[in-house]
C-alpha cells in the first residue's frame, strides 16, 4: 500500500531537470517504496536495483556494458539501494557525462551518505532529497484521511476534533511514524515492528560502519542518548556511560547522526563563533525507535517523560519544515527550548493554567526583542502583548502549520 509521502511533489518538481536526483534516508522509511511510485508513472523507464548483486557487479566491473543496457535505452532510470555499489559516485558520474538528456533517480541508505567519494564525484550534478519517517501530517494523512482535511483545511477546531488529533498524536509519540506501523494490527505487533528495526536494520548497519571490540559499547551509547532527549550533551559523561573514550564518543555520535537516527541542535548566541563551540542538544528522528531502545512503549498519560516526547516531536516538526532549530541558554541560566529560524522563541509545555509565560522567556524578549513568541501545550489558547512581542498559545499540533505564525 502506498501512502503519499510530502518529497514526492517536491522530487517531480525537478524531475525535468538534468541533475541526478538522490533520495536518503535510513532503512524502512520507505524510499522504494517512493521511487517505485515515481517510476509507475514515468514513461520509457527501468527500475534497478543493486540488491540484484549481478546488476551490481556488472555497474562495478563493465559500466560501458551496463550504460549500453540500461541507460541508453531508456529515459528515466532508477536505481534502487545505490549504496551497495563500490565507487558508486565515479561510475555515476561516467553515465551522467557520456548520456545525454537521461533522467537518473537513485535512493541510497545512511552508508551513502557517509561515503565522501560518491558525493564528491558527482558535484554539481545531484540534487539530495532525505526521507524520514512519517511526519505526523503524513501519519494523520495516512491513517484518517478525513480528519487530516479537516486538520489542513480548518485553523480552529471543536473539542471532538482536537481530541481526535491527540489520540493520534499521543500514538505517534509512542510508536513513531515508520510506514510498516501503519500496517499492524494492534500495539503488540507495532513494538515487534519496532524492535526488529532496531535488531536487524539499525544495529547491522551501525556494525558495518563502526569498529569495535564490544558491540554493547555503542548499545549502552544508544540509551543514554534517548534517556536524555531535549537535554545538553555532555561528551564526557556519554564516554563514562559507554566505556568509550571521548574522542571515540564523538566520532560514533557523528555516525549515529548520519544514520539519521539522532539530530544535534547547536546553542543560539549572537556570536557565531561561540556558537560552534558549545554543546548541542540531542533529538531523535523518529520516537517509536527511541522508545524501542528503551524498551518503553507505556502510554503518554502514565510516562515521566511526556514533556521530553512534546520537545522531540516539536523539533521534528519545525526541522522537517526547513527551518533553522536552535536552543538558547544564557550564562545566568535562563533557558528557552527552541529559536526558530535565529527570531522565533518557542517553549514546550505539557498543559498550562493560564496563557502566562516563564521568567526565561520572558527575559529572552527584553534581551533580543522578538516580535513573535510562541507557547505550544495542550490546553491553552490565546496570546498576550509581552513588550511589544505578540506570544501566542497554540496547540502542540499547531507546529505543523508554521504558516499560522
Known sequence: ???????????????????????????????????????????????????DIELKLLFEEDIKSFAKLYVEPYKTIFIDEFQYAKEGGKKLKYIYDTSNEKKILISGSSAMNLSIEAIKYLAGRIFVFYLYSFSFSEFLSAADKPLYNIFIEEDKFSEQINNKIYKYLSGYLIYGGYPRILLAKDDEE???????IVN????????????????????KLLKALALQ??????????????????YKTKKILAVFEK????????????????????????????????????????????????????????FRAF?????????????SGA????????????????????????????????????????ILNSNTEGSL?????????????????????
Open 1 to 51: 500500500m502506498y501512502y503519499k509521502r510530502d518529497l514526492e511533489d517536491k522530487i517531480k518538481a525537478y524531475i525535468d531537470k538534468p541533475e541526478i536526483i538522490a533520495v536518503l534516508g535510513s532503512r524502512q522509511v520507505g524510499k522504494t517504496t517512493l521511487l517505485k511510485k515515481i517510476y509507475e508513472e514515468s514513461k520509457d523507464a527501468v527500475f534497478l536495483t543493486f540488491e
Open 190 to 196: 507495532k513494538k515487534e515492528v519496532l524492535k526488529n
Open 200 to 219: 536487524i536494520y539499525l544495529l547491522r548497519d551501525i556494525k558495518d560502519l563502526i569498529s569495535l571490540a564490544d558491540e554493547t559499547q555503542y548499545y
Open 229 to 246: 532527549i531535549g537535554n545538553i550533551t555532555v561528551y564526557n559523561e556519554l564516554a563514562a556511560v559507554s566505556g568509550l573514550d571521548y
Open 259 to 314: 544514520l539519521f537516527l539522532v539530530k544535534f541542535v547547536t546553542p543560539y548566541f549572537s556570536n557565531k563563533r561561540i556558537e560552534i563551540s558549545k554543546n548541542p542538544k540531542v533529538f531523535f528522528m523518529d520516537l517509536g525507535i527511541r522508545n524501542a531502545i528503551l524498551g518503553d512503549f507505556k502510554s503518554i498519560d502514565d510516562r515521566i517523560d511526556k514533556g521530553a516526547l512534546f520537545e522531540n516531536y516539536i
Open 319 to 331: 526541522y522537517e519544515k526547513d527551518k533553522s532549530v536552535k536552543y538558547y541558554r544564557s550564562k
Open 335 to 374: 533557558e528557552i527550548d527552541f529559536i526558530i529560524d535565529d527570531k522565533l522563541p518557542v517553549e514546550v509545555k505539557s498543559k498550562l493554567l493560564k496563557p502566562s509565560v516563564s521568567k526565561s522567556f520572558h527575559s529572552f524578549i527584553q534581551k533580543y526583542n522578538p516580535d513573535k513568541g510562541i
Open 385 to 405: 502583548l509581552i513588550d511589544k512581542c505578540n506570544v501566542l498559545f497554540l496547540k502542540h499540533y499547531m507546529a505543523e502549520k508554521p504558516e499560522l505564525y
